[in-house]
Nanobody, 116 residues
């Protein structure tokens, strides 16, 4: 059974940082491209970032480019999202997901709230 467990969310002030983690199990993590998606209150799911299998190519939605960094540790079966210079509009539930598009299996999410 595929299991993705996100952690690291919380309440921060604008300009601060958070690092999200996603622990993966039940599949061969190193074989899968992975992504982060988010859902803001009252809005649909938004793709945020993705990373290919070999920790090489990464991609970001324009609104987080230069502020967020996706990475993975295939030895620990863990996906990360370093989020710097957070803005109120980054407030959302963040999910890790299989596939570059984030359309595969997803975890239950971790809440990120950016507010002064």
């Amino acid at each position: 059974e595929v299991l993705l467990v996100e952690s690291g969310g919380g309440l921060v002030q604008p300009g601060e940082s958070l690092r999200l983690s996603c622990a993966a199990s039940g599949f061969n993590f190193s074989d899968y491209p992975m992504a982060w998606v988010r859902q803001a209150p009252g809005k649909g799911l938004e793709w945020v970032s993705a990373i290919n299998r070999g920790c090489g190519a990464t991609s970001y939605v324009g609104s987080v480019q230069g502020r967020f960094t996706i990475s993975r540790d295939n030895t620990k079966n863990t996906l990360y999202l370093q989020m710097d210079s957070l803005k109120p509009e980054d407030t959302a539930v963040y999910y890790c997901a299989q596939k570059l598009t984030g359309s595969g299996a997803r975890g239950q999410g971790t809440q990120v709230t950016v507010s002064s």
